[in-house]
T-cell receptor
Framework: GIQVEQSPPDLILQEGANSTLRCNFS?????LQWFHQNPWGQLINLFY???GTKQNGRLSATTVATERYSLLYISSSQTTDSGVYFC???????????FGQGTRLTINP | NAGVTQTPKFRVLKTGQSMTLLCAQD?????MYWYRQDPGMGLRLIHY???????AKGEVPDGYNVSRLKKQNFLLGLESAAPSQTSVYFC????????????FGPGTRLTVT
């Protein structure tokens, strides 16, 4: 099956720092989503980005489908950005999102 | 719009007991999904539905049953709960195929003792 690998697994930063999270996938996809799971367990949709670049405030994402990776950028981190960030993909013709293992981000004040 | 809602938010069961989790969406989405999340892991698909009256197995369907009698509701049943079913359960929906963006509910934390 498709492999979804996220890096780094853990990231600890000071408030105000910038970060880049990476998602590599092993097959062609027609859906790629980034989620933030906050400390209360809620899954928050960040981006639906099977290709191209999108920005939403301090967050932006880029997916290069031909090279099978996606990047999530977080600028000027805040403590509320802490949590686990998941990348999830759907390969063409499949019926399920396949999740990566996540990147645990901790922002210290 | 409430989006995707789940009932209940928490539940503790004893081994062998049964229960039903309810998922509701008000976005007129065709596809609905049930996932489970175990500690330190991403989500895995249990069952899904491509429309009212349809259901299909996902990646980890054993021990669960589902029904979609109304387009807006998707029920997940545990007939005889086991400790291995202790997990957080998420429901999701998408406009049409999984190629469309999936929207997730807040989750149900289930503990089976």
């Amino acid at each position: 099956g498709i492999q979804v690998e996220q890096s780094p697994p853990d990231l600890i930063l000071q408030e105000g720092a910038n970060s880049t999270l990476r998602c590599n996938f092993s097959d062609s996809v027609n859906n790629l989503q980034w989620f933030h799971q906050n400390p209360w367990g809620q899954l928050i949709n960040l981006f639906y980005i099977p290709s191209g670049t999108k920005q939403n405030g301090r967050l932006s994402a880029t997916t290069v489908a031909t090279e099978r990776y996606s990047l999530l950028y977080i600028s000027s981190s805040q403590t509320t950005d802490s949590g686990v960030y998941f990348c999830a993909v759907v390969i063409q013709g499949a019926q399920k999102l396949v999740f990566g293992q996540g990147t645990r981000l901790t922002i210290n004040p | 719009n409430a989006g995707v809602t789940q009932t209940p938010k928490f539940r503790v069961l004893k081994t062998g007991q049964s229960m039903t989790l309810l998922c509701a969406q008000d976005m007129n989405h065709e596809y609905m999904y049930w996932y489970r999340q175990d500690p330190g892991m991403g989500l895995r698909l249990i069952h899904y539905s491509v429309g009212e009256g349809t259901t299909a197995k996902g990646e980890v369907p054993d021990g669960y049953n589902v029904s979609r009698l109304k387009k807006q509701n998707f029920l997940l049943g545990l007939e005889s709960a086991a400790p291995s079913q202790t997990s957080v359960y998420f429901c999701a929906s998408s406009y049409e195929t999984p190629a469309y963006e999936q929207y997730f509910g807040p989750g149900t934390r289930l503990t089976v003792t």
